[in-house]
């Protein structure tokens, strides 16, 4: 059987932020691994100022995203499909979305393209984004909408019947990767390691700031693809600079500390003990490729 897995996200740079190391990891273990970007991020902006590429941003910002994600996706190794549609932006209150932006579109149109991918990639495994999105970019809300949407439209046959035979996939996942556990690990064994560091003060503050209750129930051992993870995120130039919070911790300390990516199984067709270290986890190995 080849292992499949599809992770959905709102805009480029979201697959790398989380859950980059899994998606190597996965890759490593000869899994076909495919990432999905509802939006270009073409209401971004650069948050990066040494970017080399600033006149390029300047002139065409969703055309850089685009170059990026491309560079991402070959760290990665793994395969990429942007579903089309334009980035909501996040409007002061009282603003209106940009028309025709990827929140404002009727779920049942916007799933369509993400309901054919499913029936023609077939994973067994989906990731996306809880019911606030992870946080509540009007993006992630509506990532998460679709992809459950799109989920269960694909398993059946009447609904959708131009899109393919029907595929049913068997464990939806939520992006836990950040998450009160695994920064108070970190911190704790900072502390223990130089308790006078001048990083402590601020992972304290980050850790007050993740302080809620972990819903994570998926371990991911994938301490030696940070590397590859940080490799990702860097593709994102014009989004994450090298000084970025992102790369706060040191590796090495993480590998000690907490060398997981988490999630939270949200749903599954199949029978599996938690917490789990495998996303595959009681998936039948006998089933047909």
């Known amino acids: 059987m080849t292992l499949r897995l599809l992770a959905v996200h709102a805009h480029p740079d979201d697959e790398s932020s989380k859950g980059a190391a899994t998606l190597a990891y996965y890759r490593s ?24 590429a600033m006149a390029m941003a300047e002139r065409d910002l969703p055309g850089l995203r685009r170059i990026e994600m491309e560079r991402a996706r070959a760290v990665m190794g793994i395969e990429h499909r942007w579903l089309g549609y334009l980035d909501s932006g996040w409007p002061e209150d009282g ?9 404002l579109i009727p779920l049942e149109i916007s799933a369509e393209p993400l309901v054919r991918l499913i029936r023609e990639f077939r994973p067994q495994v989906m990731i996306t984004y809880d019911e606030n999105g992870g946080y509540p970019h009007p993006d ?35 992006d836990s990767v950040f998450n009160s556990a695994r920064v108070s690990a970190v911190y704790d064994a900072l502390v223990a390691q130089d308790p006078d ?41 014009s989004q994450v600079a090298p000084d970025s919070n992102f790369f ?16 939270q199984l ?24």
């Open 29 to 52: 273990l000869g899994a076909r691994v495919m990432v999905v970007s509802a939006t270009g991020g073409e209401s971004g902006r650069v948050l990066n100022d040494g970017l080399t």
């Open 95 to 103: 603003n209106p979305m940009p028309a025709n932006s990827f929140a």
């Open 140 to 174: 992630h809300i509506r990532t998460h909408e679709v992809s459950v949407f799109a989920r269960d439209a694909a398993a059946d046959p009447n609904r959708y019947p131009d899109a393919g035979p029907a595929w049913q996939i068997d464990k939806l996942y939520y």
């Open 197 to 237: 560091s001048p990083l402590a003060k601020q992972m304290a503050e980050m850790r007050e700031r993740f302080d809620r209750p972990d819903v994570a129930t998926t371990h991911i051992p994938v301490g030696e693809f940070f590397e590859t993870r940080d490799a990702a995120l860097l593709s994102h130039a």
């Open 248 to 263: 706060l911790w040191p590796n090495d300390l993480q590998r000690s500390a907490w060398p997981y990516e988490d999630f």
């Open 266 to 289: 949200a749903d599954s067709r199949v029978g599996t003990d938690l917490p789990e270290s495998d996303l595959f986890a009681g998936i039948d190995d006998e089933e047909p490729a």
